[in-house]
């Protein structure tokens, strides 16, 4: 989050730089919190990670991973498929909260 966002702004600022996809955002639906090690992180540092899960609707724009930034790669899949793809903990927090 930049300091004075609201969680809803922050969820259509990042989505909107990581995939190219606007939509419009719900209210938050979840929160998880959780710490990383030194050598789960891809820094290499510990950090402590707040994901805030916000519902979107009303997708626009055409999907592509963020230039220069974290996301190499973005696609769409079920949420059966998303079990089985590699992914970071925030992504089984959200499928158990939606699925």
């Known amino acids: 989050m930049e300091w004075g966002e609201t969680p809803e702004r922050t969820a259509l600022r990042e989505l909107t730089e990581e995939t190219g ?12 919190s959780c710490w990383f ?6 820094s290499g540092e510990p950090a402590h990670i707040v994901g805030i899960i ?6 626009r724009g055409e999907l592509r991973p963020e230039f220069a930034g974290t996301t190499d790669a973005v696609a769409w899949f ?4 998303a079990r089985f ?15």
Not at 21 to 32: K, S, W
Not at 54 to 59: G, M, N, V, W
């Open 54 to 59: 916000c519902s979107a609707y009303e997708l």
């Open 78 to 81: 079920s949420l059966d498929e």
């Open 85 to 99: 793809v590699p992914h970071v903990p925030l992504v089984d927090f959200t499928l158990d909260l939606i699925g």
């Open 21 to 32: 996809l606007t939509a419009r955002i719900g209210p938050p639906l979840g929160v998880l």
């Open 37 to 42: 090690h030194e050598h789960e992180s891809s």
